[in-house]
């Protein structure tokens, strides 16, 4: 039977916009291409006043949380924007490719020895990002795009006010491991405890969908374990005792981020799973392995045609890929740039499925979730490597969500699956074994 394209298939009625809470670094409102899907409080007026008395003043277009104010963007870090800053990611996304030229390898080697220049792109990667992302979240939709400022903030060592009692070297190593993992359980609950207020944000004002691409993996908390474990232990962790807390501190980040995501059942979040290039099943990563019915992770591809060395996998613990390298998206002030991450795969999701939920309103987290994994376009190298084993189809986990308003869900993905064909690839066939892993800028984004 031959398949047809989503272009042929006339839906029935008109598809209202739906919300996506973009947890992030801010984003931009006023960008000219953005016009139209940026999401409106209408029971708020930027005046001053907590006018829909949720304790959130001024909250029109989302919320500013690492303030604590409804700034969504601060335009200072315009002056960011060098001709160093585009550069880099330029050369990165020519190395991805495989394209590098020997001079773009030499800028690159003093690229990474020019602190001026890393802090400058650290500033300037928190600044777009946001925007970037947000982009990607209503590319060619309906969907309204909510923002919610997310900005690492300089936070205490977890074991401050401890000094006296690690200083005392009688301390037997179990009291010790107990101090360290009681300071890892804090330290977890604090990134959590705000996480968890933006849960309840997201579902006060009835999200959708949550985008967040953003988070901690294995090897950025290896750093923060092993400092630690130093301070406590006046010595260097071996590898299997840094393994251990490593682990017990990944763990208890994601148990303790089920607040998060349960703040908000009626939400979808869906999750970038990390830059890391590893296999989140082995080692876990912070929120992406939050388990839970209404929650996806995501892994990034070159287009159609394979997974991206930089990203992360995991055959349970990550549910679908989608594009994320090279992907052209808004920043902010009226720009575009190519930015590549499972920071941008995720979004590439998040859109779909407020897509899935503007034309079903009817459909839980757990079945728009379902539809974005069984109508997945299959990929043998993406077999083992994600739930879905494939890369998400939009036209047509669209039609199943159309066709799940008079059938059931598994009908609906199997009748898809039979009229729209496999996305065929869109960009320039690439040699997979020659990517590089990019540098990474942003350890607190994906």
């Known amino acids: 039977m031959m398949k047809l394209a989503i272009a042929m298939v006339a839906f029935s009625f008109s598809v209202q916009a739906a919300t996506i809470a973009v947890i992030d670094s801010g984003l931009d409102t006023k960008h000219q291409q953005l016009q139209g899907n940026i999401w409106t409080n209408l029971k708020e007026i930027e005046d001053g006043r907590d006018n829909d008395g949720n ?14 104010n409804g700034m969504l963007i601060d335009y200072k870090y315009e002056n960011t924007y060098t001709a160093d800053a585009f550069k880099f990611f330029e050369v990165q996304g020519r190395m991805l490719l495989g394209k590098s030229t020997p001079e773009d390898k030499e800028w690159l080697k003093a690229a990474r020895e020019n602190k001026e220049l890393i802090a400058n792109l650290q500033k300037f990667g928190n600044f777009v990002h946001g925007t970037h992302v947000a982009g990607i979240t209503v590319r060619d939709s309906n969907n309204e795009a909510m923002g919610i400022k997310l900005i690492p903030t300089e936070v205490k060592p977890f074991f401050y006010g401890l000094e006296k009692e690690v200083s005392n070297k009688s301390l037997s190593a179990d009291v010790r491991m107990k101090l360290l993992k009681s300071g890892l359980d804090a330290l977890a609950g604090q990134q959590m405890k705000l996480l968890e207020e933006i849960g309840l944000f997201v579902a006060s004002h009835k999200a959708d969908v949550a985008n967040g691409s953003f988070g901690t993996g294995y090897e950025q908390a290896k750093g923060i374990t092993g400092m630690a474990f130093k301070v406590l232990f006046f010595r260097e962790a071996k590898p299997e005792e840094l393994e251990e807390i490593t682990l017990y501190f990944m763990n208890s980040m994601i148990t303790q981020g089920q607040k998060f995501v349960g703040a908000a059942p009626n939400t979808l979040f869906v999750f970038a799973a990390g830059n890391d290039g590893s296999n989140n099943d082995k080692f876990p990563t912070s929120p992406t392995n939050i388990k839970a019915d209404n929650v996806i992770s995501v892994s990034a591809t070159y287009d159609v045609q394979f997974l991206a060395s930089f990203s992360n996998y995991g055959e349970k613990m990550v549910d679908v890929a989608a594009p994320g390298m ?10 575009r740039l190519q930015v590549s ?94 990517q590089v892993t990019p540098m990474a800028l942003m350890p607190m984004f994906q």
Request: hydrophobic share 40%.
């Open 326 to 335: 090279l992907i052209d998206s808004t920043i902010p002030v009226d720009r």
């Open 341 to 434: 991450g499972t920071s941008q795969a995720a979004p590439y999701v998040a859109n779909v499925a407020a897509q899935i939920k503007a034309m079903n309103p009817a459909l839980k987290p757990l079945e728009i979730k379902k539809i974005l994994i069984g109508t997945a376009d299959l990929k043998d190298f993406l077999k083992g490597k994600v739930v879905a084993n494939g890369i998400v189809n939009t036209n047509r986990a669209v039609l199943a969500a159309d066709l799940s308003r008079s059938v059931g869900i598994s009908e609906a993905i199997t009748r898809s699956r039979s009229s729209v064909r496999d996305v065929e690839p869109s960009r320039e066939i690439v040699n997979p074994f020659v």
């Open 55 to 68: 304790g959130y003043q001024d909250d029109v277009h989302g919320w500013n949380f690492a303030e604590q």
